[in-house]
Every structure is written in C-alpha cells, then in structure tokens.
C-alpha cells in the first residue's frame, strides 16, 4: 500500500516534484497486438481514479458554490482557506471508501460571460490500498456560471497539467497502463496496471453522463508518459507531452503530441490521434511521426520490422480501425524515409541511399502488406516497385515476407556494387518481376525466380543476398535467351569490363549472342566478382586491325574475375586473293578488363594451305615473309599454326615492340623449288616456330631425294638486313654425288658420312654455302693418286662458295691421313664439275703440287683429268720408285711442259703403296730417246715393271708394244705426249 502523505508532512513531495523516474524513450502503440482479457479488479482501479478526480472536482465545485455570491462580481481569484481544503478532504473520503485525497492549493475564479473557473494544485489521488497512485500537478476548468447557481456541475473544458503514467507492453503484446509516478515493480505492476482498452471504454462511458453533456475540451501538457516494451526489450519517455480531447455531439477525438530525444542527430515528434463515438466500440487510430528511428518504428510490429535494416529517419502516418482493442481492419501506411543506410548488423559495409518511399495496407487478417508504391533513390541505385508481401512466422521468431514486387524501373547508378567491383553504372531497367523471400533477423533475402527487362531483353534470375558477422555476401544467377551485338552494347554498362567493350564495339562487325548468363558472387564482405557467358555464332569480327575479318565464327565467351576471353569452335579467315583459313580452336583475350587501354592477348589457330597460312603472317601487322625476303609462295603443302600474340588494346599504329608474337606450327607434305634454286626440297613434316624478332622452319627434309635434317631461320625486325640461313646436316654417298652432278667415278666414294651445311640467303645476293664434315663412315678413292680414304677413317671436309648461276665455290679443303688439298671449284652452267683446283695437293711424302682435276662433264663417260705441275717429292730412304701399269693402254693423253695430264677411266689407273704407306713417282723418263719428260703417276703396278714390261728399256710406238720407261735425274724441258 502507498502511504499518502499530508502537505504538514516532513517526507511529503514539494509542489511541482514528481516522484519516481520514467523510462528514456517512447514509441507508437502496436495497433495489431490482441486485446488482453482485463482483471476485474484491476480494471476498476484507474476508472476509479478518474471518476474519483471528477468527483472531487464536483464536490469541490458544490461545497464552494457558498462563496459565489461573494465573490461574482469581483472577478477574482478565490483561494479556499486551509480549513475549507481539510473539509473537502474528508468529504470525499467519507463519500469515497478506500480513496485518499490530497491537495495543495484551490481557487476560483469568475470570469466575464458568466463563467467559472476552478483550479486545484499538486493533486494525489490514491487509493487506500496502494493500487493506484495518480499525482497531477494541475487541474482547471471552466464551469458554466448559471447551471452552478442553480447547484449543477456542468464542465464546459478542463485542463490538466503534470500528469505522469507508464504505458507498458508485456512479452504477450498486450498494453497496460499504470497510473503510479514512479517506476513500479514488477509485482506492483501487475497489481496496479490497468488494460488500455478497458480504460479508454470507461472513459468513454463517462463522457456519457449527463454532468459532463457540456464538456467539449479537454486540454492536457506537461505530460509525462514511460513506454517500456518488454517484447522488444527497450524502452523510451517522453517530458511536456500535450493531449487535447475535442467533443462534438458523440463524436470524440484525442489527439496527443509528443516529442521524443533518443540517441540521434535529431528529435522524433510523434502525433497519435483516436476518433470514435461514444457508445461505439470501433474508432479510428492514426499516428503521425517525424524523423522516427527506423529501428523504433520497426520493433512495435512485425509488420514493420523489415524497417529494422534501414538506420535513418523515417516520416509519415498510420491509419487504422480500432475495436476492442485491436485493429479492425486494413492498415494504410504513408512512410518516407530520409537519408540513412541499409545496414542490417554492425559488421556489414553500411549501404547508403537519400530518400525512399513506401505506401502499403497492411490486412491483419491475410497477414498480407500490399505495396502500392516501394521506391529507393540513392547514387547507387534508383528503383520503383508494387507488389503484394505476406508476413510469415517463423519457428526462430523472426518474420519473414514472402511474395512478388513488380519493378517498374531500375538504374544502376557509379558503384552500385562498391568499390572494387564492376560498375554496372548506366544499366536501366525497364521492368521486371521478383519472387521474394526476406528474413530479416538474420537478414537474408532470396530470389526464387525474377524476371527482369530492358527494352528488347529479359534476364531471368534467382540467387540470394545475407549479411553476417563475416559482412555481406550473395549469389546471383541470370539468364538471357538471345540478343544482338548492337542490342548487347546498348545494355552494356560502360564501367563494366570496360576494354572488352571498347574491343566488342570497334571490332565486332555482327553477331548473335545465347545461352547468355550471368553470375554476381561475393563471400564475406568481399569485392563482388561478375561473371558473364555467353555462346555466339555468325560472328564477324576483326581480332587486330590489320588482320582481315573472320566469318563465320561461333563458340563460346566468357569474363570471370575480371578476364575476359573468347574461344572460337568455328570460323574463318582469308588474307585478300587467298584461300580460307580454317581458325578453330582460336581465342582472344583480356587478362584484366579493368586497365584502361590495358594489355590483350590473341591465340589464332591456322589450319589450311601453307602458302594461305604465311600469307597471314605476311599482313601489314607482321610481314613476316616480306621481312625475311621470301614470297608467301615458298613452299606448298599443308599447315596447322598457333600464333599467340600479345598487344596493348589501343587506337592506331603500334609501336615498335608493343606487339609480341610467339608462333608454333607443324607444316606437313612440304614440297619447295624456291628455298633451294634448282632443287627441289620435300618432306613430310616440318616445324615451324617463331617470334616478332625471327623465324624459323625446322625438321627432317630431303633435297633432290637427298636426306637431310636442318632448319630455315630467318632475323625479322631491325635484323631483317641480315637475310634468312639454312643449316642442316646432309647425308654425303654415292646418292649425294650424282644428285648434284659432281663428275665423280662411281668408286670415289663408298658408304655414307654427313656433313654440316649452312647456306646464308640474303635478298639480292648470291646465296653463300658452307659445308663441313669429319668424313666418318665415308670411303674416298683417288684413283689417280692411287689414294684411299678407309670407311672407318676420319679428316676434314670444308667448302664455301656461292651458289650463284653458275654456281663457285672458292674454298675446298680435305684433309685426311696420306692426303691433303686445298683450293677452288668451279661449276659449269649445267650444274655439273668443271674445274676443281687445288692450291696444294698433298699425297703422302711423294707428292706437294698443284693439281687440276676437270670434271668430264655431263653427257660423257664418268671420269675426270688431273693436272699438275711442279717437281714431286723425293721417295724416302729405302723406299723403291713405284711403276704404274695401264690395264688399257691408250685410254686417254697426257701432256707434260712442266706439267703433264692423265686422263682415262679411273679404273685404267692403279697403284700400290710403297713400303711406307706413301705413293711417289720416278722423276724422269724418255720416249723414242726424244728426251726426257717428268711422270706423273706412279705406284699404280708392280714394282717390277713399268707399262707391262719387266726391266728397263725403251717405250715403243706401237700402243700394243712393251714399252720401257728410262728414269733420269734431270727435269723435263720439253713437251711429249704418249700413252700410259
């Protein structure tokens, strides 16, 4: 029980004071919530209360009416004497059990017009056992003159001023209302709370009475009114809150106006007005606020707590019918919201945006809010929807809706998806529809099926978007059927992979684009990451200015993490006046679509004719061929080549050394008569490699049927000067001597050895051939040296020339054990040997001299004639003179002025080694006894005899005769001729 104090006593509350705190903040009443069942007992008690102050009022106003005569025509205050004060106290004590009143102050006043006014100070009103405790700091009224004289109490308006009370919200949704000034327990709650409706009926009743038929006004201020939520789990006050109630006939409306300081920038004003009939339970609720917290708002009602992610100022009104407590019908929403963020947890990148709107009813019944308008206007992203959402419960206890928007405009705004991330700035929607699901606590919103249009296109998608302690994450998948390359680009948001468009709208003639889709992906707070696919045919397109177009192509593209790529599974390209190229397998690249200009990469596939193919490579971009100093024409046969090429994606003329080409290729049934003039180069596979700076050919070939294995090289670029070589190792036999018309007996080589070849092609020069060999499992026989190189023998082989029309070598030099040369050779016009001309000819210790040796030609038997002059070693010590026998004599002439000829077939001549593995003449001899005249071949018989006769002797006319050579010490001073 509260014990009331009197004004004498010590512990009594000065005027003025109120006793007790009340909560720090205030929001609107949950209009949907159910009506608690009122207690009986405690539905009395604040009725009571009430109907206890009017009576005092009454009382008062009677027990004062004696004074009236007195002080009417004065006009002024009154103040009741301590002893009148007591009296009334009593009176109404003994005429109310239970109740306890007190006062500080009372005074009337009669005003002009017949009219009284009353005031009482620092009111308590209590009842005896404690339930109820009201403490009013002023009450006032204006009292009709004439029926008071006539002993009728008929307030016309009263105000009261310091009124305090707790509205409070229990777990179950139901209101109560408690009169205490203090903040009560929760067991003096429970005891002194009064249900809102049950208070807001007895009133009502009241208004009813014939006492208060006059009373259209009531006026109250300084109220101060704690809300505490204990479903929500918060709690606000409001100080100098005003309350006007306004009658007319049965019509009543009370409207209140507060003003609520959170913990915000700015201050909430909140209007809640009531309009019903007396007699009538349904009436009419409407609220009004300013600049209201969305979180406040949000937590009075599931059907607004999807404005608990928004932290902004939210303005407008509520309306809706009231009976018995609960609403009666549809809820009409009139929201907008200021400035603020979509920020569902502390942990999540705030989203901003300047304005929204929302008009919505709200069915209590369905559970349905129908939006006639949802509209977001921010730099990232303005929007415009309707649709109708059902409110659905959860077993977690939070709400979710579920139901379909209807977009009426999209526009992707800079940064819609942040920093980072690709900017869909530009993209307009036109349309579209969304199934939705949005939770919000967890928030967690969920696209089953939207289907969205901009002009000619629709994109279907689904996917989801959450917000946790990791930040927000999503998920959105999207499909478009087909569209157009021009169509694409009107829809393609400039940000948005901005060199891959920059490429697609320059060098893409036609296409048609499907099975389009697209993905938005982003985990914990990270950038988001677009992907986009799409496959296309009947493209058209030029990969690199100075290419010519492909047609034809269909395959697939892609941008993932910022690289975008095309890959091509059909298509073709041709160079002007040549054939198609087969380019499948082809793709371009952009390994960063965010780089301005940035670097871009080409993978073309090449599979045709090689002279189509290396024309490619010979466009004004390359010249390859043009550069090495060949034709395109170089070689028929088939080619497969990738070139990879690697360029800055830019407008004009590359510079030198921006453009990287790397090249691979397989050339397969290579026929060539132009690498090699005059003959004609084959194979059956080939490499083919090269760069921006060379390029190179490269396998196993055959030259007039002659093997070989080598490369063509050729210095691109600033070396281009340089020309083009041909290196490979050439297999030298018996093949390699008649291919290249060499004049050779068929018995000077034997086996097969290799040889080193280079020949260095420069445009406008002769080319220049170099040839080296170690001569390893090659035979050589001279003949007429009566010299043999043994298969399993080495030495050296090395000719330079050019291969000119015709054709000179100006180096030929062999060395090899019991043999040694060096000199020139020289080609006849036809191809085959004319001179050979060695400087030095070495043989064994017998022989130091120059020697010519002239091909026979084509056309004539297979041999060749040795010339030589000078004087021949001398035989070593022990050695004898070796003799040559003719196996048929008279097959050819010799001639000797200091130098003598030998000519016949090389099997007429042969010889034998002297004992030390050296061959030597006899220096002297003489014919017919003429004179003398110096030998040149010798060590061709044996020992014993010299022309077929044993001894000596001398060398007869006839051919048939034995013929005797005579050996003198003396040189040859004149000419003769014979046979051998």
Not at 431 to 443: A, E
Request: hydrophobic share 40%; aromatic share 4%.
């Amino acid at each position: 029980m509260t014990k009331v104090l009197r004004p004498e006593d010590p512990g009594r509350d000065q005027p003025g004071q109120t006793g007790g705190a009340a909560p720090t903040n205030v929001v609107p009443l949950r209009p949907d919530d159910p009506v608690p069942v009122p207690d009986i007992s405690r539905r009395r008690h604040l009725w009571r209360c009430v109907v206890i102050l009017l009576a005092v009022v009454i009382s008062i106003l009677l027990s004062a009416s004696i004074l009236l005569t007195a002080i009417v025509v004065r006009q002024e205050r009154l103040a009741a004497p301590d002893w009148l004060r007591a009296r009334i106290e009593e009176r109404l004590e003994t005429q109310f059990p239970g109740l306890q009143v007190r006062f500080d102050d009372l005074g009337l006043v009669f005003a002009e017009g017949g009219r009284m006014r009353i005031r009482l100070e620092n009111v308590d009103l209590a009842m005896s056992n404690g339930s109820t405790n009201l403490s009013v700091a002023e009450i006032s009224g204006d009292l009709a003159a004439a029926p008071l004289l006539r002993g009728r109490i008929q307030p016309e308006s009263l105000s009261v001023s310091g009124l305090q009370f707790l509205l409070r919200r229990g777990a179950d949704g139901r209101f109560n209302i408690f009169s205490t000034a203090g903040e009560p327990s929760a067991n003096t709650a429970a005891a002194a709370g009064r249900d809102l409706q049950a208070a807001v009926d007895e009133f009502k009743t009241l208004l009813s009475l014939d006492n208060l038929s006059r009373l259209t006004e009531i006026h109250g201020d300084g109220l101060s009114v704690a809300y505490e939520d204990l479903r929500a789990g918060r709690s606000w006050s409001v100080d100098g809150g005003l309350i006007n109630l306004a009658r007319s006939g049965e019509g009543v409306s009370i409207v209140g106006d507060f003003t609520l300081l959170g913990g915000h920038a700015y201050a909430t004003v909140i209007r809640t007005t009531y309009e019903t009939r007396l007699g009538d339970s349904l009436g009419q609720f409407s609220l009004s606020i300013q600049d209201m917290a969305a979180a406040d708002l949000a937590s009075q009602s599931p059907a607004l707590a999807w404005l608990g992610v928004l932290d902004a100022p939210i303005s407008g009104a509520l309306r809706m019918p009231l009976d018995g407590g609960g609403p009666a019908g549809p809820v009409n929403a009139t929201l907008q919201i200021g400035q603020g963020v979509l920020q569902p947890t502390p942990d999540v990148e705030p989203l901003p945006f300047s304005l929204a709107r929302t008009y919505f009813t709200f069915d209590p019944e369905s559970e349905t809010l129908r939006f006639s308008e949802l509209s977001v206007d921010s730099e990232r992203l303005k929007a415009m929807a309707d649709g109708a959402l059902r409110l659905v419960s959860t077993g977690d206890g939070g709400p979710q809706l579920v139901g379909q928007l209807n977009l009426s405009r999209v526009s992707l705004g800079p940064g819609a998806l942040g920093a980072g991330a690709p900017d869909l700035g530009g993209l307009n929607l036109t349309g579209g529809q969304l199934d939705l699901k949005l939770q919000v606590d967890p928030f967690r919103l969920d696209l089953g099926s939207a289907r969205v249009s901009a002009g000619d296109l629709t994109l279907a998608a689904r996917g989801h978007m959450l917000a946790d302690a990791a930040g927000w994450s999503m998920s959105m998948d999207g499909h478009v059927d087909e569209i157009g390359n021009r169509a694409l680009l009107a829809h393609w948001p400039e940000g948005v992979a901005a060199g891959a468009r920059t490429w697609v709208a320059e060098n893409v003639e036609e296409a048609r684009l499907h099975d389009i889709q697209l993905g938005l992906k982003a985990e914990g707070g990270a950038t988001p990451d677009l992907y986009l696919g799409f496959e296309f045919d009947n493209l058209s397109t030029r990969i690199l200015k100075g290419l010519p177009v492909a047609t034809g192509v269909s395959g697939q593209a892609s941008l993932l993490r910022n690289r975008f790529a095309i890959q091509a599974e059909t298509g073709q390209l041709a160079a002007p006046g040549r054939g198609a190229v087969d380019m499948a397998g082809s793709a371009f690249i952009i390994p960063d679509v965010r780089i301005k200009q940035g670097p871009a990469e080409a993978r073309l596939q090449a599979r045709t004719a090689i002279p189509d193919a290396l024309a490619l490579l010979d466009q004004p971009r390359f010249e390859l061929l043009t550069k090495a100093g060949q034709p395109v024409d170089l070689a028929d046969g088939r080619a497969e080549v990738t070139a990879d090429l690697a360029f800055p994606l830019r407008k004009g003329k590359l510079e030198p050394g921006e453009l990287k080409l790397k090249l691979d290729g397989v050339l397969t049934r290579v026929q060539s008569d132009v690498l090699a003039k005059g003959h004609r180069l084959t194979a059956d596979r080939l490499t083919l490699t090269g760069t921006e700076e060379a390029l190179t050919i490269s396998g196993n070939a055959a030259l007039d049927g002659v093997a070989l294995t080598g490369q063509w090289h050729s210095n691109l670029g600033p070396a281009s000067a340089e020309g083009s070589q041909v290196t490979a190792q050439i297999r030298l036999d018996r093949n390699f001597v008649e291919t290249f018309k060499l004049g050779l007996p068929p018995e000077a080589i034997t086996g097969s050895g290799t040889a080193d070849l280079s020949i260095k092609l420069v445009k406008g020069v002769p080319p220049r051939l170099r040839l080296t060999s170690d001569l390893t499992g090659l035979g050589l026989r001279i003949d007429a040296l009566n010299w043999t190189l043994p298969r399993a023998s080495t030495g050296q082989l090395e000719i330079t020339g050019s291969l000119a029309e015709p054709a000179h070598f100006d180096l030929l030099r062999l060395e090899a054990p019991g043999f040694s040369a060096v000199g020139s050779v020289s080609m006849k016009p036809d191809g085959s040997l004319d001179t050979l001309n060695p400087d030095r000819v070495r043989v064994g210790s017998w022989l130091d001299a120059p020697v010519v040796l002239r091909g026979a030609g084509r056309g004539t038997r297979r041999g060749w004639n040795c010339w030589g002059h000078g004087r021949s070693a001398q035989p070593a010590e022990g050695q004898r003179q070796q003799r040559v026998r003719p196996r048929h004599p008279g097959a050819g002439p010799f001639h000797n002025r200091r130098k003598a000829v030998v000519a016949g077939h090389a099997r007429q001549l042969r010889g034998r080694q002297g004992p030390a593995g050296q061959l030597f003449w006899p220096h002297q001899w003489r014919r017919d006894g003429v004179g003398p005249g110096d030998a040149i071949a010798s060590g061709a018989g044996d020992p014993d005899h010299l022309g077929g006769c044993r001894g000596g002797g001398e060398i007869g006319r006839d051919p048939a005769q034995c013929q005797r050579w005579r050996v003198a010490d003396r040189p040859a001073t004149h000419r003769r001729s014979g046979h051998l």
